[in-house]
């Protein structure tokens, strides 16, 4: 049977028993049984073409391996059905002419955090819990809000104030969350929300909930049906609570152990140098974590305490992955050619082609190397960081013929 587990001692918990850490205080995970999986990624073709929509979002195409809720328990907005770009001009400014690109900012809010946020939901409203709660730099917050709007259940959700992009704040209140802005930065609030969680006062959707990882493996699982299930090389995705890295390292540890591919790919988190617990705990091997005073202008990613560290590290290892790290400068250079190519995106996820860049060059990525970059949010979540950062102008003009031709006349001249 499907079951919760500790990550820690190995204790087996029921899978919908209403708890988000062990008695010894690990993180749980769901244990699913390989019988019957094996077949799946064919199953999940054919469902490609049907008009069901468990079968069409890319996370419940994968459902019996995600969490086996029947269809109409399903909370779904037919997320995860995102592009697989191969980008000429990011190939070459990174230096990996094998490189595609898996934009999770197409997701119905604009983020990953859709994935896992449609497993956690599904799960409360199954549990019947009244009221829903995260902490988020934003991108969570506006997943929880909308999904819950759908699931017809209340949710509430903790901001650290003054420092949410107004583009996440305004989406997570027009689909009505109640937001509370709390005075203190990311990792305070995801404390507030601990606390209430244990407390039993709110149903905790951070990804610190199990259901949420299961959710976000699907990124892995639709890379690989986008490639044939032939594994690339490596898989480079952005690190701040490091829920993703640790979803991508047991969506390949089960992608492998269920025979779906026969070579895991290595994963590289990159953090932003300014919000680098991970990185640092890298360095010494991940014999501790140092939690630190965050600060980076990618906003995603601006945590100093990841709660995941135990499962992400271990993702790391099993795939012989590393984790590197990028300054705020070198994510905005990654942001305007990024921008530039047409796909666009937030600067955490930018953060990623940054870090590839710094791994070509250090001879770590090769050019016959096949590479996944995973953009993690669109590019319209943080306007301001387009606006600020990339010396762009808006050409005033009289509404007047000549006016205009003079001025097509010097945009043809330019090159
Ligand atoms: C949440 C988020 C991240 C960080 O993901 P973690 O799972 O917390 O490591 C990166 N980029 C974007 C756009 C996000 O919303």
Same mark, same amino acid.
């Given at each position: 049977?499907?079951?919760?587990?500790?990550?820690?001692?190995?204790?087996?918990?029921?899978?919908?028993?209403?708890?988000?850490?062990?008695?010894?205080?690990?993180?749980?995970?769901?244990?699913?049984?390989?019988?019957?999986?094996?077949?799946?990624?064919?199953?999940?073709?054919?469902?490609?073409?049907?008009?069901?929509?468990?079968?069409?979002?890319?996370?419940?195409?994968?459902?019996?391996?995600?969490?086996?809720?029947?269809?109409?328990?399903?909370?779904?907005?037919?997320?995860?059905?995102?592009?697989?770009?191969?980008?000429?001009?990011?190939?070459k400014?990174?230096?990996?002419?094998?490189?595609?690109?898996?934009?999770?900012?197409?997701?119905?809010?604009?983020?990953?955090?859709?994935?896992?946020?449609?497993?956690?939901?599904?799960?409360?409203?199954?549990?019947?819990?009244?009221?829903?709660?995260?902490?988020?730099?934003?991108?969570?917050?506006?997943?929880?809000?909308?999904?819950?709007?759908?699931?017809?259940?209340k949710?509430?959700?903790?901001?650290?104030?003054?420092?949410?992009?107004?583009?996440?704040?305004?989406?997570?209140?027009?689909?009505?969350?109640? +937001?509370?802005? $709390?005075?203190?930065?990311?990792?305070? %609030?995801?404390?507030? *929300?601990? =606390?209430?969680?244990?407390? @039993?006062?709110?149903?905790?959707?951070?990804?610190?909930?199990?259901?949420?990882?299961?959710?976000?493996?699907?990124?892995?699982?639709?890379?690989?049906?986008?490639?044939?299930?032939?594994?690339?090389?490596?898989?480079?995705?952005?690190?701040?609570?490091?829920?993703?890295?640790?979803?991508f390292?047991?969506?390949?540890?089960?992608?492998?152990?269920?025979?779906?591919?026969?070579?895991?790919p290595?994963?590289?988190?990159?953090?932003?140098?300014?919000?680098?617990?991970?990185?640092?705990?890298?360095?010494?091997?991940?014999?501790?974590?140092?939690?630190?005073?965050?600060?980076?202008i990618?906003?995603?990613?601006?945590?100093?305490?990841?709660?995941?560290?135990?499962?992400?590290?271990?993702?790391?290892?099993?795939?012989?992955?590393? +984790?590197?790290? $990028?300054?705020?400068?070198?994510?905005? %250079?990654?942001?305007? *050619?990024? =921008?530039?190519?047409?796909l @666009?995106?937030?600067?955490?996820?930018?953060?990623?082609?940054?870090?590839?860049?710094?791994?070509v060059?250090?001879?770590?990525?090769k050019?016959?190397?096949?590479?996944?970059?995973?953009?993690?949010?669109?590019?319209?979540k943080?306007t301001?960081?387009?606006?600020?950062?990339?010396?762009?102008?808006?050409?005033?003009?009289?509404?007047?013929?000549?006016?205009?031709?003079?001025?097509?006349?010097?945009l043809?001249?330019?090159?």
């Amino acid at each position: 049977m499907t079951h919760l587990q500790c990550v820690n001692c190995q204790k087996h918990f029921p899978l919908f028993e209403l708890r988000f850490e062990c008695d010894c205080e690990g993180l749980l995970e769901v244990i699913h049984e390989a019988e019957g999986l094996r077949d799946l990624p064919q199953l999940a073709e054919k469902r490609l073409t049907s008009r069901i929509p468990a079968d069409r979002s890319g996370v419940w195409r994968f459902r019996e391996a995600v969490v086996p809720l029947e269809e109409k328990e399903i909370v779904t907005q037919l997320e995860g059905r995102t592009g697989f770009h191969a980008v000429e001009s990011l190939q070459k400014w990174t230096g990996s002419p094998g490189l595609f690109i898996k934009h999770e900012g197409e997701n119905p809010t604009g983020s990953f955090k859709d994935r896992g946020m449609t497993a956690a939901v599904s799960v409360a409203k199954r549990l019947g819990m009244p009221l829903l709660a995260c902490a988020s730099t934003g991108n969570t917050s506006s997943a929880l809000s909308s999904y819950a709007a759908r699931a017809g259940l209340k949710s509430v959700v903790f901001l650290p104030s003054g420092k949410v992009s107004l583009g996440k704040m305004a989406q997570t209140l027009g689909y009505g969350a109640h +937001v509370l802005a $709390v005075k203190g930065d990311f990792d305070d %609030a995801m404390q507030i *929300v601990r =606390d209430l969680a244990k407390a @039993g006062e709110v149903y905790m959707v951070n990804s610190l909930n199990p259901f949420r990882i299961e959710g976000q493996k699907t990124i892995i699982w639709d890379i690989l049906q986008d490639m044939n299930w032939q594994a690339p090389d490596w898989i480079v995705v952005p690190g701040g609570n490091l829920g993703n890295t640790s979803a991508f390292g047991k969506a390949i540890e089960e992608a492998f152990e269920w025979g779906w591919i026969d070579k895991k790919p290595r994963l590289a988190t990159i953090q932003a140098a300014g919000a680098n617990p991970f990185y640092k705990s890298f360095l010494n091997g991940f014999s501790s974590l140092q939690s630190i005073q965050a600060e980076t202008i990618a906003t995603a990613i601006r945590i100093g305490n990841p709660v995941n560290f135990s499962r992400a590290s271990r993702a790391i290892i099993n795939t012989r992955g590393i +984790v590197g790290q $990028v300054s705020d400068k070198e994510i905005l %250079a990654a942001k305007a *050619v990024i =921008d530039r190519s047409g796909l @666009g995106c937030e600067p955490a996820s930018a953060a990623t082609l940054a870090g590839l860049k710094l791994m070509v060059q250090a001879g770590l990525v090769k050019k016959e190397d096949k590479v996944v970059a995973v953009l993690t949010g669109s590019m319209l979540k943080d306007t301001d960081a387009i606006m600020k950062s990339q010396n762009l102008t808006v050409e005033e003009v009289e509404a007047d013929a000549k006016a205009i031709k003079l001025s097509l006349d010097s945009l043809r001249s330019k090159h």
